[in-house]
């Protein structure tokens, strides 16, 4: 498998993250995930005035790769506002661990000469919920 390529991943982040709709908490954030195919899928946050609907960079990228028929994850390079880069929300750690064992993650901020770092999906989210857990479905995809 070909080494993944951070700084194409980033890239790809950075420049979704200026489509974000943010009007609410000022707070954009981009994503871009290597599948297992080696395709690039990016997303950006989605806010709401009903602030529970928003959607998340990393849920919105998940899901174009859905969209695109693709199920595994590589690699997920995430791009925040703020000198600090922000990890995923619990809820996306859960949505990512769905779609990936552990894979690393890539956290970058949007400020320039900032710090980034990566880190691992088995980091951020200790004991995931699996699908295998599910009544009826002994260790099967769902």
Not at 13 to 40: D, I, M, N, T
Not at 104 to 117: E, F, K, T
């Amino acid at each position: 498998m070909p080494a993944i390529d951070w700084n194409s991943l980033v890239a790809a982040a950075r420049e979704v993250r200026e489509h974000a709709y943010a009007p609410y908490s000022q707070y954009q954030v981009g994503a871009a995930l290597l599948s297992g195919s080696g395709k690039v899928y990016v997303g950006c946050n989605v806010e709401n005035a009903s602030y529970g609907l928003a959607l998340c960079a990393e849920r919105s990228a998940i899901a174009a790769m859905i969209a695109d028929g693709e199920r595994t994850i590589r690699a997920i390079a995430i791009v925040t506002d703020g000198p600090v880069p922000g990890p995923p929300c619990g809820m996306c750690r859960q949505v990512l661990a769905e779609f990936a064992d552990d894979v690393p993650v890539h956290l970058a901020s949007a400020q320039a000469g900032s710090m980034a770092r990566t880190t691992s999906l088995s980091k951020l989210l200790a004991d995931p919920f699996r699908p295998h857990m599910l009544r009826g479905n002994p260790g099967g995809t769902p």
